[in-house]
């Protein structure tokens, strides 16, 4: 089945001021294009033909050699130019919210830092690339590819990307790339990013979650532990500190209390609603599974 180019969900003008007209229309028109025909050329005949283009990018090494880097370049065109259309909108810009927003503040502790980090990414990539927001399974993070390489094929789920080819910007800002890594902020479709980071792989923590623990004499699953829970754990607990026979008891109390901040921090109302990465963590600190199973 041959790759095709995906309409734009809005008009080629919708961006502007930020991105023109004619640079959406040579951008979306002439190279998306592009790597649709060269990607449909390379496979066509071939049993990769059918194969999706995401799992095109993540077995590269099994393609035969004679098509690999044309494949690479241009179905990874492909699927980096869809990422890259659908993640902006007129009604775009401003920050997200939920749970994106706290996987944000976990890594870059403010918006301004992310959009800092971002930009100087999107500026060290020499030549033409990406910069990245990805998903590596417990925590977000920026990384940069070169070429159309995207980070899917490095196991990471690619969220938003910014195209640093001179192509996406030279007609609007010239040389000034910076100006065009700015204005670009001002179009992203932060809801589109959202669910991206909604669907992207996490690990399966279910095992963690099924645990059961003891809060005030009753056995509880793990995670159905409350804000109430946590916090009654760690004022029993912390009463306790420093008593001779229970030397790990002061730390024991003290991730009680960082998971009860957590909860209240993220507003949820038991364990089972927080991240994978978050709820490891703190089974891990509380021994509810042993240091080395948490460290998988
Ligand atoms: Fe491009």
Do not use: C
């Not at 991105?19 to 998306?32: F, L, Y």
């Not at 944000?104 to 980090?117: G, H, Q, Y």
């Amino acid at each position: 089945m041959a790759y095709t180019v995906p309409d734009l969900n809005y008009a080629y003008d919708a961006l502007e001021p930020h991105i023109s007209e004619a640079t959406m229309r040579v951008h979306h028109d002439k190279h998306h294009q592009a790597y649709v025909d060269k990607a449909n050329a390379a496979l066509a005949g071939t049993e990769w033909e059918d194969v999706k283009p995401i799992e095109l990018l993540t077995r590269l090494e099994e393609l035969p050699e004679a098509i690999r880097d044309t494949v690479r370049n241009n179905a990874g065109g492909y699927y980096n130019h869809n990422i890259f259309f659908r993640s902006m909108s007129p009604e775009g810009g401003g920050e997200p919210d939920g749970k994106l927003k706290n996987a944000l503040r976990d890594t870059f502790r403010t918006f301004a830092i992310f959009k800092e980090t971002m930009e100087a990414a999107a500026m060290s990539t020499f030549g033409s690339g990406w910069a990245w927001l990805v998903h590596d399974g417990s925590r977000v993070l920026i990384v940069t590819t070169t070429n159309q390489d995207n980070p899917i094929s490095d196991g990471l789920t690619p969220l938003l990307g910014v195209d640093v080819w001179e192509h996406a910007y030279y007609l609007d800002y010239e040389n000034r790339r910076a100006e065009y890594v700015q204005a670009w902020f001002e179009v992203i479709d932060w809801e589109v990013v959202a669910k991206r980071f909604a669907a992207a792989p996490v690990p399966d923590v279910s095992y963690i979650l099924e645990r059961t623990v003891s809060i005030s004499g009753t056995m509880i699953p793990f995670g159905d532990i409350t804000l109430e829970g946590a916090r009654t754990q760690s004022a029993e607990l912390g009463a306790l500190a420093g008593w001779g026979p229970m030397a790990k008891v002061g730390s024991i109390a003290r991730a009680w209390g960082e998971l009860a901040k957590n909860l209240e921090g993220r507003g949820a109302d038991t364990v089972s609603d927080l991240d994978a990465a978050m709820v490891k963590k703190a089974a891990v600190d509380l021994w509810v599974i042993p240091p080395e199973r948490g460290m998988i």
